[in-house]
T-cell receptor
Framework: GAVVSQHPSWVICKSGTSVKIECRSL??????MFWYRQFPKQSLMLMATSNEGSKATYEQGVEKDKFLINHASLTLSTLTVTSAHPEDSSFYIC??????????????FGSGTRLTVV | GNSVTQMEGPVTLSEEAFLTINCTYT??????LFWYVQYPGEGLQLLLKATKADDKGSNKGFEATYRKETTSFHLEKGSVQVSDSAVYFCALNSGGSNYKLTFGKGTLLTVNP
């Protein structure tokens, strides 16, 4: 089945530094990738949607300059948290969507990245 | 806009008990409905889905029926196991640009031996 690999699974960084999270679709081409943020005991908050080769579409309230998303190929999307601060500490999850086949929308989620900013 | 409302947890059950997690939705058109499960420290896994009214999704003993008349997609399992302990998310997609998923807030299920 479809597999999405997300790395790193956890990262600790110092305040003010930048962190890059990768999301790769291993055995399919992802036309669209989604980035979510999840706070403890809360639901997933969609941050942005990216299509290969075009600029990401950010949800209202998400800072574009702080959360840089690149979707340079059909198998790789990256989220860079720039100038990270402790309030950016969270669990980040990516999801990739393959071209629709039949009635299966084909969403596949990565295993998530636990970011801790100290 | 689209929205998903699911019962608030946490839900604590004994092994072999019957499980119901309620989910209702508001959406335009004819959405597809999903249940996802998240085990501690992991991403989401698709548990089951239904794409049209009266469809029943099922997997690993879990079931949910797409009820258009009540706009519901309740998750049920006849006999839960300790290994079912996780957070369960109800979600919908109504098509449109980029096919974004709309999630409920999640329900934490704990099954005790």
């Amino acid at each position: 089945g479809a597999v999405v690999s997300q790395h790193p699974s956890w990262v600790i960084c110092k305040s003010g530094t930048s962190v890059k999270i990768e999301c790769r679709s291993l055995d399919f081409q992802a036309t669209t990738m989604f980035w979510y943020r999840q706070f403890p005991k809360q639901s997933l908050m969609l941050m942005a949607t990216s299509n290969e080769g075009s600029k990401a579409t950010y949800e209202q309230g998400v800072e574009k300059d702080k959360f840089l998303i690149n979707h340079a190929s059909l198998t790789l999307s990256t989220l860079t948290v720039t100038s990270a601060h402790p309030e950016d500490s969270s669990f980040y999850i990516c999801s990739a969507r393959a071209p629709r086949t039949g009635t299966d929308y084909g969403y596949t989620f990565g295993s998530g990245t636990r970011l801790t900013v100290v | 806009g689209n929205s998903v409302t699911q019962m608030e947890g946490p839900v604590t059950l004994s092994e072999e008990a019957f499980l119901t997690i309620n989910c209702t939705y508001t959406a335009t058109g004819y959405p597809s409905l999903f249940w996802y499960v998240q085990y501690p420290g992991e991403g989401l896994q698709l548990l089951l889905k239904a794409t049209k009214a009266d469809d029943k999704g099922s997997n690993k003993g879990f079931e949910a029926t797409y009820r258009k008349e009540t706009t519901s997609f309740h998750l049920e399992k006849g006999s839960v196991q300790v290994s079912d302990s996780a957070v369960y998310f109800c979600a919908l997609n109504s098509g449109g640009s980029n096919y974004k998923l709309t999630f409920g807030k999640g329900t934490l299920l704990t099954v005790n031996p």
